[in-house]
């Protein structure tokens, strides 16, 4: 029989205790002041009678400008984040312990991102307000209802805003967004990994069952940002730009995810477990047909735009 998810709480938190004594010993300690160029900044328009913001303030190309609003607009969400994995995690023990130190770490990225592109002008401060309003008040709910469906998207989620967040800043042609976003991403490779060995205990537990959560995330994952105004339309910017496309996202994050939990070798796995098995592997074709068809369509594009020139 399957484990419920109150058994699978109470069976991982021994693993919990030594995935959390394990980050709070390789994290790293860093203050987002430090990673901001102060210096550069001067008043808006408004109470202190500085200059409104222009269009010619931001050194930052369009892509790299929507993808940071978009990372940036993800991390605001923290409040919905938080609600959502203390009501499915716990506040006790280890669990309670890991989720309010992953919101502390998550809270200082938002900060350090909101100060540096508001002192370097890289985004309409205005516009970037307008946009957190609405994100904010729109929130976030999971559409996963189990505990193993939870801990698989995280699993896949942070390790795609690790990947966000380090194209982005290679694509921003600035040094200091560039270190800024690279010490962000490396917080997040630490939150996947927490959450990855998590899942790959589950499926020692109850392979079966964990297996068919794997499936159901993979088939059906989006961002948290999905909810954000204008979203599609910023997915294809940061796309068709090279920061995050379907291509990445099979490549550099499901599959080195799917790898290490050796899914397709696994055994031990009850009829159900073998059928979601099956519908990833079914899957995982269709998306790599498609990631070739988008990569292939994007480069004829760029080489038309290429000979225009």
Not at 170 to 184: F, K, N, T
Not at 191 to 202: E, G, Q
Request: aromatic share 8%; proline share 3%; glycine share 6%.
């Amino acid at each position: 029989m399957a484990m419920t998810q109150t058994e699978l709480l109470h069976e991982l938190e021994p693993v919990v205790a030594v995935e959390l004594d394990r980050h709070e010993k390789v994290a790293k300690e860093w203050f987002p002041h430090e990673y901001i160029p102060w210096s550069e900044g001067r008043d808006f328009d408004g109470i202190y009678g500085g200059q409104a913001w222009q269009e010619g303030d931001s050194k930052i190309p369009e892509a790299a400008r929507v993808s940071l609003i978009v990372n940036l607009l993800t991390e605001d969400n923290l409040p919905s984040y938080h609600h959502e994995i203390a009501s499915t995690f716990g506040r006790d023990g280890a669990w309670g312990t890991w989720v309010h130190r992953w919101t502390a770490e998550e809270d200082r990225h938002g900060t350090a991102l909101r100060d540096y592109l508001t002192v370097t002008r890289a985004v309409d401060p205005v516009a970037l307000e307008r946009a957190r309003m609405s994100h904010m008040e729109h929130g976030f709910a999971t559409e996963y209802g189990t505990m193993l469906q939870q801990l698989a998207y995280v699993s896949f989620q942070e390790l795609a805003t690790r990947i966000a967040h380090r194209n982005t800043g290679r694509a921003s042609g600035d040094e200091g967004c560039e270190r800024l976003l690279a010490r962000i991403a490396a917080d997040e490779n630490l939150h996947m990994l927490f959450y990855r060995n998590l899942l790959k205990a589950a499926f020692e537990l109850d392979p079966s069952q964990t297996m068919r959560s794997v499936t159901d995330v993979v088939t059906t994952f989006q961002m948290p940002g999905q909810g954000m105004q204008g979203f599609a339309r910023k997915a294809m910017i940061i796309a068709n730009e090279g920061i995050y496309d379907l291509r990445l996202h099979l490549d550099d994050v499901l599959m080195p995810v799917l790898r290490q939990w050796a899914v397709f070798d696994k055994t031990g796995l009850d009829a159900e477990g073998e059928k979601a098995r099956e519908e990833l592997g079914q899957f995982l074709a269709k998306a790599e047909v498609t990631a070739a068809r988008f990569v292939e369509r994007r480069d004829e594009r760029r080489a038309r735009a290429a000979a225009r020139r």
